[in-house]
């Protein structure tokens, strides 16, 4: 999911959680959507992404709602 995550992110700025899950689940992304939560998560501990709430960088443990993913600049 970490790899699907940055590909994704080499073509565009920024992403959603469900972008990675429908890359790999296809017909049945809704069940990966956890797990591409917590892909960008550990993305997000290893330094290369950002998770963003209305354009601005935020915590993951403490964010709520919808999230957008982006490459650390």
């Excluded at 990675?20 to 960008?40: I, K, N, Q, T, Y």
């Amino acid at each position: 999911m970490e790899a699907t995550i940055l590909s994704l992110l080499a073509a565009t700025p920024t992403i959603g959680p469900s972008d990675a899950a429908r890359a790999v689940g296809g017909d049945d992304w809704r069940s990966f959507l956890e797990p591409a939560r917590r892909a960008a998560r550990r993305l997000v501990d290893s330094g290369q992404v950002q998770i963003t709430q209305g354009g601005a960088a935020v915590d993951p443990s403490t964010a709520k709602g919808a999230i957008r993913i982006r490459k650390v600049r």
